[in-house]
């Protein structure tokens, strides 16, 4: 009985080293991989090509050199810190009520979460404009509820930019935690409180260790993504302390210097890629989203 358990065990795990079999099915990811080389990879390698070329690899140096480069990459780190964890704080309590609740209270906090995406990204942004601007919804409350005196400043600042990033993001971290929490055990924490646990000690020992991996991995794709943002920032923030992405579209559109805008795209390429990398060694983006088996 034990050797026939170990041939099965042997069994799985040589499959599992096998490389997969290619068949005609795999020819179906041809026409998406020559629309990721069409639409991504050559004009990628055509925006690496001029930086070296327009003038020169020199560009870099002057990109390194310009302090206001130097600060603006600083300041949408910042901004993609702040806003990774403001989507964390409001993130995790909607995704744990998400994971606690019935299943029709379930569907439309997921609804509420996944209806931002059918909508744009500009049209979003623009709403918060009207939400947060001096004359806006928000402010007309506050002034008539007499809770100030005078129309408080929610945008062309770094406020402005948070709270519309901050929402746009949101999905992005609700998503994997749901994903991870659906996948525990929920006997888990009734068993650790059947034993004498406290629900907070429970859940600070037994449930948010388990979470881990979906924090990390939502962690991973908002700060990733906060990166580029272009849209909101420049709606909703202040043309005195633009993001990176800001510098980049002003050195192509209002000073023609494809050159230089090329280079800052690399270097914004490569931090993200660097990032990705360092942030893939703490997190399976694949394993939190239930796209792969967590490796025992």
Known sequence: MSSTVVARAAARAAARRRPPVVDGWGLLILPGIVFLLLAFGIPLLGMGLRSLTDPSPVTYLEAFQTR???ISMGYTLQVAVVVTLACLLLGYPWAYLMHTTAPGVRWVLAGMVILPFWSSLLVRTYAWSVLLRPSGVINFILLALGIVHEPLTLMGNTLGVVIGMTQIMLPFMVLPLFAVMSRMDPDLVPAAQGLGARPATAFFRIFLPLTLPGIAAGVVLVFVVSLGFYITPTVLGNARSPMFSQHIVN???????????????VILLVVTVVLIYVGSRFASLGEALGFEERRQ
Do not use: E, N
């Open 251 to 265: 050195q192509t559109t209002v000073l023609l210097d494809f050159g230089l805008a090329s280079a800052l795209a």
């Open 68 to 70: 206001t480069f130097l």
